[in-house]
């Protein structure tokens, strides 16, 4: 199901000061605004999903499933810089007419919130029951969180932190690395940079998973195999299957938005900042999660005032939230069912 669009034919200042001299933004929308306005979902999707949520997080989300279209009016924004409907570096730039590049400005999670925010206001949207987001997504949530505390009534961050780790950033780099070391990433046509592309979506699932993950999916069955690995195989599938529907300065773009992810900045340091969340707020962690490890959402708990905490069991690392399902709905109906003030879903909160 392609998007719809909406285009904000003004100048976009970004928080750099820098501006986009028009906004396009891809979006999907299930259901229907009840006439309290008071159903209103809103997903933030992760790095290289697209606005189309009952597609990629199915289970969760669906016609027979947690969110569905007869409780709720689901929204999903395609984020800046993507190349799902909104403007990004293989946009046409008014200004010379042909794309961007690498001359599009540099942005922030922070713009790709206001972004959003200037959708809400076109949907008529004043209000918003549910704001999730996981990863990526999860760090555009609690931004929007901090900026409109009145207008998000319940929070559910997952698989995400307050402040991109020194960790983080450094795998970012590296996949930065790898795909500035194909040089057609400088050549400005849209299928520059491809193979760089598919060195760093090997080196992404690496964070995505971990070593049980693949001890479990990629193990040899015969002991006299000395070459074509499953787990090399896997490398090379997963990185063509991004390279066959993204593109290199997208993803260069936004593994830059990401590593600015600080929501103190500006703001007196990131716990003041929580601390301005008034949200009911339910904080998802994975064990097993390598990039975002769970102390880092331990951490969101401890400083969000009204939180509840909860652990997603899974094998799958990072990427667990997308593939146990079932559990996650386990964990999300027993937090709307239960009086959080501090209070937690199988742990309880510690000084």
């Known amino acids: 199901m392609n998007p719809e669009i909406y285009k904000y034919n003004k100048p976009f200042e970004l928080e750099s000061g820098k501006q986009?001299?028009?906004?396009?933004?891809?979006?999907?929308?299930?259901g229907k605004l009840n006439k309290n306005a008071d159903n209103v979902v809103w997903v933030c999707h992760a790095l290289t999903a697209n606005s189309d949520v009952f597609d990629w997080w199915k289970g969760f989300f669906g016609e027979n499933n947690y969110f569905?279209?007869?409780?709720?009016?689901?929204?999903?924004?395609?984020?800046?810089?993507?190349?799902?409907?909104?403007?990004?570096?293989?946009?046409?730039?008014?200004?010379?007419?042909?794309?961007?590049?690498?001359?599009?400005?540099?942005?922030?999670?922070?713009?790709?919130?206001?972004?959003?925010?200037?959708?809400?206001?076109h949907l008529g949207i004043n209000n918003i029951e549910v704001l999730i987001g996981g990863s990526l997504g999860g760090q555009q949530a609690v931004?929007?969180?901090?900026?409109?505390?009145?207008?998000?009534?319940?929070?559910?961050l997952i698989a995400t932190n307050a402040?991109?780790?020194?960790w983080g950033?450094?795998?970012n780099e590296s996949q930065r690395l790898a795909i500035i070391a194909d040089r057609t990433f400088y050549s400005n046509s849209p299928d520059g940079g491809q193979k760089g592309l598919k060195a760093a979506r090997s080196i992404a699932l690496l964070s995505y998973r971990n070593y049980k993950t693949y001890s479990i999916t990629q193990q040899e069955e015969e002991d006299h195999i000395t070459d074509d690995y499953k787990a090399a195989s896997y490398q090379n599938y997963q990185g063509e299957k991004l390279?066959?529907?993204?593109?290199a300065y997208s993803y260069w773009y936004l593994s830059k938005s990401m590593d600015s992810h600080n929501v103190g900045r500006n703001r007196h340091g990131v716990e003041k900042a929580l601390s301005l969340i008034k949200a009911r707020t339910l904080v998802i962690g994975i064990k097993s999660d390598v990039l975002f490890p769970i102390e880092e959402q331990q951490?969101?708990?401890?400083?969000?005032?009204?939180?509840?905490?909860?652990?997603?069991?899974?094998?799958?690392?990072?990427?667990?939230?997308?593939?146990?399902?079932?559990?996650l709905t386990n964990i999300v109906t027993s937090f709307f069912k239960t009086d959080v003030k501090g209070k937690i879903i199988e742990l309880q909160r510690t000084a």
């Not at 931004?143 to 559910?156: M, S, T, V």
């Not at 390279?243 to 593109?247: D, H």
């Open 20 to 30: 986009l001299k028009e906004l396009q933004i891809g979006f999907h929308t299930y």
């Open 68 to 121: 569905n279209t007869d409780d709720h009016f689901v929204v999903c924004a395609n984020i800046l810089g993507s190349p799902y409907g909104t403007s990004n570096p293989l946009s046409i730039n008014p200004v010379t007419g042909q794309p961007y590049y690498l001359s599009f400005p540099q942005f922030t999670v922070r713009d790709m919130v206001k972004a959003h925010q200037l959708l809400a206001e």
């Open 143 to 156: 931004e929007w969180a901090i900026i409109n505390p009145n207008k998000i009534k319940n929070l559910i």
């Open 163 to 166: 402040k991109f780790s020194p």
């Open 169 to 171: 950033i450094a795998f």
């Open 243 to 247: 390279v066959n529907r993204y593109n």
């Open 299 to 327: 951490y969101l708990f401890r400083h969000i005032p009204k939180s509840a905490f909860a652990e997603l069991e899974s094998f799958y690392g990072h990427d667990g939230f997308l593939i146990e399902t079932e559990a």
